[in-house]
């Protein structure tokens, strides 16, 4: 009776992650989706701006996102979610951290942050990590090979397409949104981060 109470629960907790993260999926669609190919790192009232982005080799990908002010919604995200402990880990990973410009950016941002949907951000954070080390000598490699794009499969067991515009690596997801590589190849001990222009959603 325990086991079937539990998969009871477990099977809602499921369907509540799926429901909330489709609901601001659904929302996201109606967003412009075009990435903006800006050959800055970041741009801030049409000026361009250095994005505050420390990190080193020699710290994990949890450790490294909490020294870099402008990954501070996605370093808070990963606590709640606790996938920062995933991201502690050996790895390797390949990260696509949005920055808090694109967290800002989705609708209902602070409701999409908030406890109560933690469950469909912890689902948003894995649709951001892939296994294995992801170079942009890697993807530029694999595109080439893929006549212009490539497919990564994510923690989510989701794809994400990425593919070259105007020299800067896209990122697709499933539901046609796309983000823009703004900083890449950030090595960490466990991986590499790619800091990417917008959040991108799972089904």
Do not use: C, Y
């Not at 989701?158 to 539901?175: A, G, P, R, Y």
């Amino acid at each position: 009776m325990k086991k079937i109470i539990l998969s009871a629960v477990l099977l809602a907790s499921v369907s509540v992650a799926q429901a909330q993260t489709g609901a601001f999926a659904k929302a996201a669609r109606n967003v412009k989706a075009t990435p903006n190919f800006q050959k800055a790192d970041s741009v801030t009232q049409g000026e361009p701006k250095k994005l505050a982005v420390v990190m080193t080799a020699q710290k994990s990908i949890s450790d490294n996102a909490i020294t870099s002010p402008d990954l501070s919604d996605f370093t808070k995200a990963l606590a709640q979610t606790n996938v920062k402990n995933t991201l502690s880990t050996a790895g390797p990973f390949t990260v696509f951290a949005p920055t808090n410009t694109a967290f800002e950016a989705v609708p209902d941002a602070a409701k999409f942050l908030s406890a109560d949907n933690t469950n469909a951000l912890r689902k948003t954070l894995f649709h951001h990590v892939v296994t294995g080390k992801w170079t942009s000598a890697n993807l530029q490699d694999a595109i080439n090979k893929g006549n212009g794009r490539t497919v990564l499969r994510t923690m989510t067991a989701q794809n994400l397409t990425v593919s070259k515009k105007d020299n800067q690596f896209v990122i697709s997801d499933e539901q046609g949104h796309q983000a823009v590589v703004v900083l890449p190849d950030q090595e960490q001990k466990n991986g590499i981060v790619h800091v990417v222009s917008a959040v991108l959603m799972p089904k």
